[in-house]
């Protein structure tokens, strides 16, 4: 009840993401109406450099924080984010580089016919595949995740979307897809990513069936990687109810819709990530080398 499960239409092709906002011109009910008080900003940049080096940065955390959630498996999992300035390109973890050792200096900028424009390491064949085929798909689609996490990956193996149990799972109400295409097929076929990316049109997250947990944002890096440590967050919470063998009381569809406009946004993906981010800046000063 959870997800749209038809195959998609055809993709948009806007540009820049604009924020929604409330009649009161705020972008979130979190946003403070009091002036004067501390509370994280959306960034502006005055050239294309600065917004690369503000992307890049982010990139990284966004690395940085899926280490310091256990997802690292040997190799597998890739991160990309489009560069501003060329669209066409994208910033990614370099192949073989641990989460927590992925820095600014060792990214690597690559096109979307798996070639590498700048930076010494290697490109992930399997990245390479699925996000270059969502990102030359979908022109508004900015960054995307994906790693081969423990709950993220038992729950795909069911092949069925997130229930809205919580307000936190409620987030990805009618919001994420189930993809069958390909499922448990390892994706360094350029078909491979053909089939997956299809389903990504309207929706910022997908269980990939026997494979595991994939987010995309046309907003931030920050809020695709919030939402990706949410979904795994969230299939490990249902995977622990279900094992009580109680059903569970769903959150009713009106309320999951109303908790996904307010909890789950694109903005608040991004609000979320900012705490991660100043945590990993104060901490880990080593990955703006």
């Known amino acids: 009840m959870s997800s749209v499960l038809e195959r998609p239409a055809e993709a ?3 540009s820049k993401f604009t924020l929604p906002k409330l009649p009161d011109g705020r972008v979130s009910v979190y946003q403070p109406q009091q002036q004067g008080l501390i509370y994280p900003e959306v960034p502006a940049f005055s050239n294309f450099a600065e917004e690369r080096l503000h992307l890049k940065q982010r990139l990284v ?6 280490a310091l959630e256990g997802f690292d498996y040997g190799f597998a999992g890739h991160l990309t984010v489009r560069d501003p300035e060329r669209p066409e390109l994208y910033w990614t973890n370099p192949m073989c ?15 979307h016919l798996g070639s590498v424009v700048e930076g010494k390491s290697a490109l992930n064949r399997a990245g390479f595949v699925l996000h270059a085929a969502v990102h030359e798909a979908h022109q508004d689609i900015v960054a995307m995740c994906h ?3 423990v709950y993220g990956t038992a729950f795909a193996a069911l092949g069925k979307p997130l229930d809205p149990i919580s307000q936190d799972a409620a987030a990805f109400f009618e919001d994420h897809v189930v993809i069958k295409d390909e499922a448990g097929a390892v994706a360094v076929e350029e078909k491979a990513g053909t089939a997956v990316c299809d389903w990504f049109v309207g929706v910022r997250a997908a269980i990939h069936q026997n494979h595991g947990l994939l987010t995309a944002s046309r907003f931030s890096i920050e809020s695709a990687a919030f939402w990706f440590i949410a979904l795994e967050r969230c299939c490990r919470q249902q995977l622990m109810v279900e094992a009580t063998g109680h059903k569970p009381v769903m959150v009713p569809p009106d309320r999951s819709r109303y908790s996904r406009e307010h909890v789950g946004s694109e903005y608040i993906g991004w609000l979320h990530f900012q705490p991660i981010y100043e945590h990993l800046a104060a901490t880990q000063p080593d990955m703006f080398d």
Do not use: G, Y
């Open 147 to 149: 790693a081969h996490t």
């Open 61 to 66: 955390a966004a690395c940085r924080a899926f």
């Open 97 to 111: 580089v641990h989460f927590a050792q992925v820095k600014v200096s060792n990214l690597i900028l690559v096109d």
């Open 12 to 14: 948009p092709t806007s």
